[in-house]
């Protein structure tokens, strides 16, 4: 009778096991297949979103040099540095290219962001959202060209560190200018030159 | 040995510099049209170069001079100054070319003399490119008529293949007037509409886009030389031309020729004679027509002219005799509503007028009684007849109306004759009418209602007319004109030609020739 009872009880053991196993190994076959379906961000290539920001960031000059009365305050901005040597640049790798795109990005998305609260000017408030958006966008392309880079926190609040790689402006229209050389610049070199992008052509 | 490699560096060394001094000196020529600037500024390659004149007549030490320039708030970083005499315009320009050129930033150059600053400029050096024109330009003959294939290859330049625009101009030999293509990026280009068997000047130059880079035009390539293809009329297309245009021809005759006839009938038609409908007149009688008349006398032809040579009978209803000779009585159709209106007619008369009318009547005296009352239409108004208020219908024609400047109450539009009666006349003078419709003025009898005319007028119309006060009983009437001699033997009754309908009494009119038209309502009356 105990031995029916034990056989019984390791039976149910046995049986519950298994299904457990069972399932687990269904889970892990799927993971496997959603891992190996994922396949990675097609890279987005086209130089001409990058050149439609660039437009878009000039609008904004465009519209800041005509702005009458709630144009913002004049405050201090941290922003990259957008200055590109090309010998210098083309010395660098691509990561580090990458990473100081990045950096920059999330730079000017912070400075931006700061600017529109002091903009009451309702065009000037609607080219600055646009470009901020186009900042994210430009994180996007950047995702998507697979450069593995750190991915770099947007930092919090307004007390960078002033480091090497940042300048300080006092106003918004050089924000804007730097905003402008910077897409211009780094980002346009890194994006033409991404190995992702070159694969797709050659 | 080292001595000859020395030389043939140097020598490379000369050859480089000298066309890159061309390069220079040819980009230095065409920027010193730019007089915006004081200094001028553009980037060849990768370098950005600086150059200003020399103001005026000195000693010609570029040493004097000092270039500075910084960016991004670092400092001031100098740069050695060069001097370069341009052969064509006979002028010397000093230029600075940096050796580390920043992009995407603002620079700031600046030039001294003696401690004391000269210019300042500050500038973007990507905003500044001035590019080397495009290289291996080809024109080739494409083949077809017209055309030409337009290819080149961009100047060697890195990140800035895609953001390049070019133009291409071209025109025929020996001709200066141009045409110009703008075309993006593409470095191949096919020009149309060109002309046959002819040869073409070819160049092209090229800029950046400005969207990331900005710059000057570049110089114009050498000329390139390429004649189109003779144009030539297709053998095989001229060959199909004919064969269609003879197929057509031969179509066009054949359907002439079967429809000639019906063709000719529409462009030259017979002058229509009217021998069809005198059968023989011209055949057997020679144009003889009083013998073929007497000959054709049974025909349905000579009849019905036999028709119309009388006079249509005119059927008049009488409604007041004035006792003349039988004239009115032959006419009259209806008795009663005579009668009637006899009967009414002595209840309400005026004398005057009633005893001149019982008087027995001739001609002469009737043409008098005429003429006075022509004279007085007042009296008129206070007859008998129009006192009487039976329904009348009044008609006259409406040209005669114009004639009058009274206004006949006729034409007062109805409802102001409804509201001047009144309101128990209308139902006391009620006689058995039918259809009796009323005028209203402008010859059209419009309602369907008796009515009565407590006071209107009767204005004597011009003569030629008369109008008659029918007193309907619903019988439909058919009044012809009358002419004035037939107006004096009836009398003075006002006689009315009206044409309308009346589905009730059809049979009182069996006259033939007489139509009874129906639904229009219209009536024309005479008037006197």
């Known amino acids: 009778m105990g031995s029916v009872a034990e056989r019984s009880k390791a039976l149910d053991l046995g049986s519950s096991l298994s299904g457990g196993v069972g399932l687990v190994s269904v889970l892990m076959v799927f993971v496997w297949l959603g891992e190996n379906q994922v396949s990675p961000l097609r890279p987005i290539c086209d130089l001409r979103v990058l050149d439609h920001f660039v437009r878009e960031a000039r609008d904004s000059e465009v519209i800041m040099r005509g702005c009458r009365g709630g144009c913002g305050v004049m405050k201090s901005y941290f922003v990259p540095l957008t200055s590109v040597d090309f010998a210098v640049w083309e010395h660098t790798d691509v990561h580090g290219q990458a990473v100081e795109v990045q950096t920059g990005l999330s730079l000017l998305d912070q400075a931006l962001n700061n600017a529109m609260k002091t903009v009451s000017n309702s065009p000037l408030a609607s080219a600055l959202e646009n470009n901020i958006s186009n900042i994210h966008s430009l994180g996007q392309i950047l995702h998507s060209l697979d450069l593995q880079q750190a991915r770099s926190t947007v930092l919090p609040d307004d007390s960078v560190p002033a480091s090497a790689q940042t300048q300080e402006v006092s106003s918004l229209p050089e924000l804007l200018q730097v905003q402008s050389s910077f897409l211009r610049g780094k980002v346009r070199l890194l994006l033409s030159a991404a190995p992702a992008c070159q694969r797709q052509n050659s | 040995m080292r001595n000859d490699r020395l030389k043939i560096v140097f020598v490379l060394c000369l050859a480089f510099v000298s066309t890159g001094g061309q390069h220079l000196e040819s980009k230095v020529a065409q920027l010193l049209q730019d007089k915006a600037e004081d200094i001028k500024c553009f980037v060849e390659g990768k370098d950005l170069t600086c150059f200003w004149e020399e103001e005026e007549e000195r000693n010609n030490l570029h040493d004097q001079y000092t270039f500075t320039y910084s960016y991004e708030n670092k400092k001031k970083m100098a740069c050695v100054v060069s001097s370069l005499s341009l052969l064509a315009s006979n002028k010397t320009v000093f230029f600075c070319k940096l050796p580390k050129t920043p992009f995407f930033t603002t620079l700031v150059v600046q030039v001294y003399r003696d401690a004391q600053m000269l210019y300042s400029r500050s500038l ?405």
């Open chain 2, 124 to 528: 973007n050096a990507e905003n500044f490119l001035f590019l080397d024109p495009p290289r291996n330009l080809t024109v080739t003959n494409s083949g077809k008529e017209g055309q030409l294939n337009v290819s080149w290859l961009p100047p060697p330049l890195k990140y800035m293949d895609d953001s390049l625009i070019y133009e291409v101009r071209y025109a025929m030999e020996g001709s200066n007037m141009g045409k110009v293509e703008v075309i993006k990026v593409s470095t191949m280009l096919v020009l149309l509409g060109l002309q046959s068997d002819t040869r073409y000047k070819v160049w092209v130059r090229v800029k950046p886009d400005g969207v990331a880079y900005k710059g000057y035009w570049s110089a114009w390539t050498e000329p390139v030389f390429g004649v189109t293809p003779p144009g030539d009329m297709d053998p095989l297309i001229v060959v199909l031309v004919l064969f269609i245009g003879l197929i057509l021809c031969l179509l066009s005759l054949t359907v002439i020729l079967s429809h000639h006839k019906f063709l000719l009938k529409k462009l030259w038609p017979d002058i229509p004679t009217p021998e069809h409908k005198f059968p023989g007149l011209f055949t057997v009688y020679k144009g003889d027509f009083k013998e073929w008349m007497s000959q054709n006398n049974g025909s349905i032809w000579g009849r019905s002219v036999h028709v119309y040579a009388e006079e249509l009978p005119s059927p008049l209803e009488v409604l007041s005799e004035v006792s003349l000779t039988g004239h009115a009585t032959s006419q009259r159709e209806e008795r009663k509503p005579v009668e009637e209106e006899e009967e009414k007619e002595s209840e309400r008369s005026d004398s005057r007028l009633t005893d001149r009318w019982r008087e027995p009547p001739h001609a002469h005296w009737l043409m008098e009684q005429l003429r006075a009352l022509q004279d007085n239409p007042e009296s008129l108004s206070q007859s008998s007849l129009l006192q009487s208020h039976d329904t009348y219908v009044t008609l006259n024609q409406g040209d005669n109306e114009r004639q009058d400047d009274d206004v006949f109450e006729e034409t007062v539009p109805l409802q102001t004759l409804f509201t001047t009666a009144g309101t128990s006349s209308l139902s006391t003078s009620r006689s058995d009418l039918g259809s009796l419709q009323q005028s209203s003025g402008s010859g059209r009898l419009s309602s369907q209602s008796s009515f009565e005319y407590p006071n209107h007028t009767w204005p004597p119309k011009g003569p030629g007319y008369a109008y008659m006060a029918v007193a309907d009983s619903g019988v439909s009437m058919d009044y012809s004109p009358m002419s004035s001699s037939r107006i004096a033997e009836l009398g003075k009754h006002r006689m009315y030609t009206n044409d309308y309908k009346n589905d009730i009494f059809p049979h009182k009119w069996p006259l033939s020739g007489q139509h009874i038209k129906s639904g229009s309502g219209s009536c024309t009356g005479t008037v006197w």
